[in-house]
Structures are given as C-alpha cells and as structure tokens.
C-alpha cells in the first residue's frame, strides 16, 4: 500500500533525528507545560463494531451537565497525550468549562481522513463512525451538551477534523484547521448536511504541508474558497493583521469571510507568514526546528475556542439545575453558555457527576499524573 505524504515527511524527520543521535519528542521527557490545576484526566474505551478504540478526556474539576465537547484529533505518529501537552489543552477545561476529548487513530496513530477508494487512508478503520461513536458516548455518559460539539485537529488530525466537517456537520457545531488545508478528493465528495464554521490556519513556510498545494492536497486559500462557496460567504474579506513582536520572525493575518447562508456560519483563514508546520504558541515543537517556525502571535487553542463558543446546533440541551432544581439558577462563570440556544430538553441531569472508578489516570503532565497508573479516577491535578 503507498505511504501518505504526511507519513513519508514523518518517516524523514525521524530518520533525521536517528542521524543527529537524537530522541523524537524530547520535550515529552525532559520537560513541558506543568499539570493544569481544576482538572481530572482520564482514558478510557469504546467498543466501536468490534474494534476496541481509546480516548482520553479532560475535564473540569467540577463535572456539570451540559458542557461543551471539544474533539481534538492529533497528528500522525503522535499519542493523545503528546497533543494535549503540546497544545495545553487543559487550560479548555479549567477555565472555560469544556470537556476535552482526545481519540486515539489505529494504524500508527494515522486517521483515515481520505473518502477516495484508492488511497492509502481507505477502508477500515472508519474513523468517522469512531468519532460519531464518540459523541454519542460523550452525550449519553459523560452528558456533554450535544448541540456544542466542535472539532480541532493539527496536521493530518486536521485533515480529519474537515472530514467530520464534510461527514458530520449535523453532529458538529465548528470546526478548526491547522497546519492543513483540503483534499480534492475530500472536496470532491463533501456534502455538509447544513453551513458549517471552519477556521484554517496555515504557515506560509510549512514544510510538510506545502501553503500553496499539491498534487495531494489544495492551496491554503484554495481550501478557504471552498468553504466560501459551501458557506454561502461573501468573497471578499474582512482583514486583520496581528500586531508583530520583535523577538518572533513570523506575521499573522486573519482573513474572515462573512453574510453567509444561514446567518454567522463564517469562514477564517489564519495566513501566517514564515510560520512552519507548527501549533501556534504551542509550548514546544515536536520536532525541534524541523518543522519551521512557531508563531507566538496568536495562542491557536484559545482562538480556536474564541471561534467556537458562539456557535451550536440546532435542538435542545440541558438546563441548569435539572427537573428538580431551580430553573433560575445560573451557570458557573466557568461553564460558558452559547448566546444562540433556543430548546431546552425536557430531560436534564441534576449536579455534579459521579467518579467513575473504572477509568484511569494517563501520564503525560497536561492531562495526568506520571506512571504507575492509579486504578482511580484522579482529581485536582498539580
């Protein structure tokens, strides 16, 4: 079966770090971003068709209904916990309430993001029915609000984070790009069941995933146009360019394209000039400096979460304080409401949720502890 483009660029670097006598992800070792306090982490399974397949969550301190999902798929050849680290997605559920899901890809951590029979991301694994899987899971068991469902990935995570666009737009509510822009392929056979928000954000320099394109893959502003045109967009855009810093080489200039069909479904593009294959203010690069640079311009994780929060699906979600409770009683300023929700669900759960003692605790600094696991579930992370 040929190798994906993405998998041959993580081949070389990892060859390249063997040659120099170097370890890949030093910094998952040596050292990182600390524990994020009000925080319980923990990983766990969901039988998806016979397929076992791991997840791991994030989640605030105090664990109210009705919160935000919050799907981040990470990049190829690259663990759940790496991502949440590198990204510090902690921060999400510690200060805005959300709950954060990490699945985990089969196939050497590679989602099969590509719809075309033909490639080599093709078949088995479904990983669309493994995410709709997921929310599922998140809405019946963790009850997560279902109507503020997102979905964020870096590099071939993000590829798969536009195939949920494509796929599952009536499950989810927005969607963030970066380091990626769009397969013809998956543009080709996307059908989105109603206009979707989609932010893209791209270095201009990006070594693995070229800004102007390929033949695998569209130019970064050829994959906006497409949203633009899905959307119902105005084509042209409202520019903004991000004030510059003298200790950071790169520039950021946010291309925003609203009026579009069916109200503030807008679309971003994030230019950022001599940024590289690179989560923005991200605490460290995967690869040293072979992957370019790392803008500290704009904190992608709290962007993405800025785009986020306005939007959700049409239908009902929790209430506060539950069948029983008093129906005046506000949420906690930490667990944000959408300004849009118009249905409230006849159903709602009341208080905190129970530990579950089932689920463990995994080791990297963002969303747990260090090894051994404990058998319990973990609170209060430091």
């Known amino acids: 079966m040929a190798r994906s483009p993405l998998r041959n660029a993580a081949a070389y670097l990892a060859a390249a770090f063997l040659l120099a ?29 016979g397929t076992e397949r791991r997840y791991v969550v994030i989640r605030p301190l105090l664990a109210l209904p009705g919160a935000p999902m919050i799907i981040l798929l990470h990049p190829l050849d690259t663990s759940p916990e790496a991502t949440a680290d590198l990204v ?14 990490l699945p985990e890809a089969l196939d050497g951590h590679q989602w099969h993001d590509d719809p075309a029979p033909d490639s080599p991301e093709a078949g088995e694994p479904d990983d ?49 790009v970066v380091a990626a822009t769009l397969r013809p392929t998956l ?3 996307c059908r989105p069941a109603r206009v979707i928000p989609v932010a893209i954000m791209m270095g201009t320099t990006d070594p693995v995933v070229a800004y102007d394109g390929n033949s695998s893959y569209l130019s970064a502003e050829q994959a906006t146009r497409f949203w633009v045109q899905a959307n119902g967009c105005d084509a042209n855009p409202v520019d903004r360019l991000y004030p510059r810093v003298p200790s950071d080489p790169t520039s950021v ?11 503030g479904a807008d679309v971003r593009l994030y230019s ?12 460290y690069s995967i690869w040293f400096g072979f992957l370019g640079n790392t803008t500290t311009l704009v904190d992608a994780t709290m962007e993405l979460w800025n785009v986020f929060r306005p939007f959700s699906l049409p239908g009902c979600s929790p209430t506060w304080g539950g069948l029983r409770g008093n129906s ?24 905190p949720l129970d530990n579950r003692g089932e689920l463990r605790v995994v080791n990297q600094r963002d969303v747990g502890l260090s090894p051994p696991f404990p058998d319990q579930l973990q609170q209060g992370l430091s």
Not at 90 to 98: K, S, T, V
């Open 187 to 189: 543009a080709a056979n």
């Open 88 to 101: 510090r997605a902690g921060r999400l559920a510690a200060d805005h309430g959300a709950w954060v899901f």
């Open 21 to 49: 006598g170097l370890r890949p992800f030093p910094a998952l070792a040596q050292s990182g971003p600390a524990p994020t306090p009000g925080t319980v982490s923990f990983s766990a399974t969901l039988d998806d068709r």
């Open 253 to 263: 200039t946010l291309y925003r394209y609203g009026k579009c069909t069916g109200g």
């Open 272 to 283: 950022i000039g001599d940024g590289g294959h690179t989560w923005p203010s991200a605490s």
């Open 128 to 176: 669309v029915g493994f995410i709709a899987a997921l929310i599922d899971t998140a809405a019946t068991q963790y009850h997560i609000d279902p109507t503020r469902v997102y979905a964020a990935g870096y590099s071939n995570g993000a590829f798969m984070a536009e195939r949920l666009a494509c796929d599952l737009a009536d499950r989810v509510a927005a969607v963030g």
């Open 328 to 351: 005046s009683r506000k949420a906690p300023a930490s667990q944000e409401r959408s300004s849009n929700r118009q249905q409230v669900c006849p159903q709602a759960f009341i208080g």
